[in-house]
């Protein structure tokens, strides 16, 4: 039970970071916040990523389970930064305030690996290789069915049209619809 209630704990956390990169700075009152949190919560989610490891008492599902909705709310959670770091509405401020504080994440996490001896084990690799690809595969099915289903829809299409006697090349070529 403890473990699950501190990985809600990181997961919120993390979904946390992930709403406060994308709102970024503001003009109003609340920038010095923002400011802090994206300074403070990567830190805590490294700390909280660190003691939510499952034990090995665990079933392997349940491991698996943890460690596959952690990826997915860290990788969440640096795609949202990497999109602000691209942002055109980016300011060196910003820019500035990433840098801090994605590189207290990357030190926290270093300190606690080396202060606690918490070098992750041969298990724990494995439970998360294992889970990045149930993930991986999962998306790729995923992916696949969506690239067929938008064929189908693209071949009923051509058929609806060349159906009612305006097939889709005529209709490409009409002057109105020229730029």
């Given at each position: 039970?403890?473990?699950?209630?501190r990985?809600i704990?990181?997961?919120?956390?993390l979904?946390?970071?992930?709403?406060v990169?994308?709102?970024?700075?503001r003009?109003?009152?609340?920038?010095?916040?923002?400011?802090?949190?994206?300074?403070?919560?990567?830190?805590?989610?490294?700390?909280?990523?660190?003691?939510?490891?499952?034990p090995l008492?665990?079933?392997s599902?349940?491991?698996?389970?943890?460690?596959a909705?952690?990826?997915v709310?860290?990788?969440?959670?640096?795609i949202f930064a990497?999109?602000?770091?691209?942002?055109s509405?980016?300011?060196?401020?910003?820019r500035?305030?990433?840098?801090?504080?994605?590189?207290?994440?990357?030190?926290s996490?270093?300190?606690?690996?080396?202060?606690?001896r918490a070098?992750?084990?041969w298990?724990t690799?494995r439970?998360?290789?294992?889970?990045?690809a149930?993930?991986?595969?999962?998306?790729?099915?995923?992916?696949w069915s969506?690239?067929?289903?938008t064929?189908?829809?693209a071949?009923?299409t051509?058929?609806r049209?060349?159906?009612?006697?305006?097939?889709?090349?005529?209709?490409?070529k009409?002057?109105?619809?020229?730029?």
């Open positions: 039970m403890k473990l699950l209630l990985s704990l990181l997961w919120a956390s979904a946390g970071l992930s709403g990169i994308i709102s970024g700075t003009p109003d009152g609340y920038q010095l916040l923002i400011i802090l949190a994206v300074l403070v919560l990567p830190s805590l989610c490294v700390w909280l990523t660190f003691s939510a490891v499952p008492h665990c079933s599902i349940w491991r698996v389970g943890l460690w909705v952690t990826i709310c860290w990788s969440c959670t640096a990497q999109g602000r770091w691209e942002s509405e980016l300011f060196d401020e910003d500035e305030t990433l840098i801090v504080g994605f590189g207290l994440m990357i030190f996490a270093g300190w606690i690996a080396v202060k606690q070098l992750p084990a298990s690799l439970d998360v290789a294992l889970s990045a149930i993930l991986v595969c999962a998306g790729g099915v995923y992916l969506y690239d067929a289903r064929q189908a829809i071949v009923q051509e058929a049209w060349s159906e009612i006697g305006r097939p889709m090349p005529d209709f490409e009409n002057p109105r619809c020229e730029s």
